[in-house]
């Protein structure tokens, strides 16, 4: 088993930044593809970013791009999204998890484990 915490969610205003960080703990090693995705009241709950702990590769749903940055410290096993110029359109509760095989994936059904979420809201 694989557990996932994240956290570095908030409250922030439009055009400003947030970080935040998945920490990944147990059978770690079992874990090619770390993702962010986020759930808006709602909604389908959207890709954001994955990171390919092998060869630090990314990729970012489309409307993320330019805008959120995604990276990894394997030392510590904890994924990192750096977000900026946050819309109100990105508040959503995001979740960080993570996928048995190394191929990237915007699906949510081909990860294996999830944390519990962290809260993001953009003030306008």
């Known amino acids: 088993q694989v557990q996932l915490v994240e956290s570095g969610g908030g409250l922030v205003q439009a055009g400003g930044s947030l970080s935040l960080s998945c920490a990944a703990s147990?059978?770690?090693?079992?874990?090619?593809?770390m993702g962010w995705f986020r759930q808006a009241p709602g909604k389908e709950r959207e890709f954001v970013a994955a990171f390919r702990w092998v060869g630090g590769s990314t990729s970012y749903g489309d409307s993320v791009k330019g805008r959120f940055t995604v990276t990894g410290d394997n030392a510590k096993n904890t994924v990192y999204l750096q977000m900026n110029s946050l819309k109100p359109e990105d508040t959503a509760v995001y979740y960080c998890a993570a996928k048995n095989t190394p191929f990237y994936s915007d699906n949510n059904s081909h990860y294996n484990y999830w944390g519990q979420g962290t809260q993001v809201t953009v003030s306008s």
């Open positions: 147990g059978r770690t090693l079992s874990v090619y593809v």
